[in-house]
């Protein structure tokens, strides 16, 4: 029997061009397999993992999370398409530089010892046993007044006070909350002229809250929300990716010290309205009360105020003004203003 017929098949069975595409499909298997072997990226490989200073441009990439801890991850075979997990946390950040380095940005996460995971995808593909240890710090919060801004009428129906957010470790607590107000942006000319233009659809709600001071990312000692809190108010920030706020005053979180003082008021036709029990407009127990009118004459008025303080270096302060006597002080309340001096100090009662 000859090899080929008068057909062209091999040996009578086979066409002789489909078994040359046959043989030159098998000889592309070793090649391509070949080819992967060398071409493909090399799998992640974490050999060291170390603590690393957190930079300055580092807390805009956390976005207003609170930014725990930065590890630098050595080894090889790392890629930008790469996420880490601290546990089962996600980071804040995969930083790759090279395939030999990269930075991971940890947000909050419970004090212990933790695994470092990377993951491509859904698969894990390195990890690094216990490589991870965060510190039982002690976090420092200040109090802020102000205004909780761009808000729905369902969301500011919905703040309670009391309210601490998230749990177990709160950026912010409620601790007072004022009406719900229609919405307003100011404009500003200079430093002492503005106006307000209201905001169509959302309203906003004067608040007093406590609110994480975050390490600072510049000279400020302190920062929310990542932005640091050194400028003139109003200063504008993100409360734990909850809500905006708008500052306009910074307090102790501790209690104020309650301290009486006799103040001489002057205010024209206003001294008229004052009498006991007027309150200031300030919604934490900082606020001062009208606890006695004494005497008064056309011009003046001797009021008794009980008030809240805080110490600072210049002595008792209260709302970022010195209380002592021949120091200015101002009443504000829902029916009027009026200002004048205080004379004595006296513990209070």
Request: hydrophobic fraction near 45%; proline fraction near 7%.
């Amino acid at each position: 029997m000859s090899v080929l017929d008068e057909r062209g098949r091999l040996f009578g069975r086979v066409n002789l061009v489909d078994a040359a595409v046959a043989l030159f499909v098998l000889a592309l298997v070793p090649l391509g397999y070949a080819t992967f072997l060398l071409f493909r990226p090399a799998a992640p490989r974490i050999d060291s993992v170390t603590r690393a200073e957190i930079a300055r441009g580092e807390h805009r990439i956390a976005d207003g999370t609170l930014l725990t801890a930065k590890v630098k991850v050595r080894g090889t075979g790392l890629n930008p398409m790469l996420r880490a997990m601290i546990d089962g946390t996600q980071a804040l950040a995969f930083v790759f530089e090279n395939p030999n380095s990269a930075d991971v940005l940890i947000g909050p996460i419970a004090p212990g010892t933790h695994d470092l995971i990377l993951y491509d995808g859904v698969q894990e593909v390195a990890r690094a046993r216990g490589a991870v240890t965060i510190q039982d710090e002690v976090r420092k919060y200040v109090r802020v007044v102000g205004w909780i801004t761009g808000l729905d009428q369902a969301t500011a129906q919905a703040l309670k006070v009391g309210v601490k957010e998230p749990q177990p470790t709160p950026d912010f607590e409620i601790v007072a909350l004022g009406r719900i107000e229609p919405a307003r942006t100011r404009v500003r000319l200079g430093l002492d002229r503005h106006t307000d233009l209201p905001i169509e659809g959302q309203v906003e709600r004067e608040a007093v809250l406590n609110v994480r001071c975050d390490p600072p990312p510049s000279n400020s000692p302190c920062s929310i929300g990542g932005l640091a809190i050194a400028n003139p108010p109003p200063v504008v920030v993100n409360i734990g990716n909850r809500f905006t706020f708008e500052i306009l005053d910074i307090l102790p979180t501790g209690a104020p010290k309650k301290t009486r003082a006799i103040v001489r008021l002057s205010g024209g036709a206003a001294l008229s309205m004052i009498k006991t029990g007027d309150r200031d407009g300030f919604l934490d127990e900082r606020a001062a009360v009208v606890t006695s009118v004494g005497a008064r004459d056309a011009n003046s008025v001797i009021v008794a105020l009980e008030l809240g303080t805080d110490d600072s270096r210049d002595g008792p302060i209260y709302r970022s003004r010195v209380v002592k006597p021949g120091a200015a002080f101002a009443l504000s309340t829902e029916r009027y203003d009026v200002t004048g001096v205080i004379t004595a100090i006296e513990a209070s009662r």
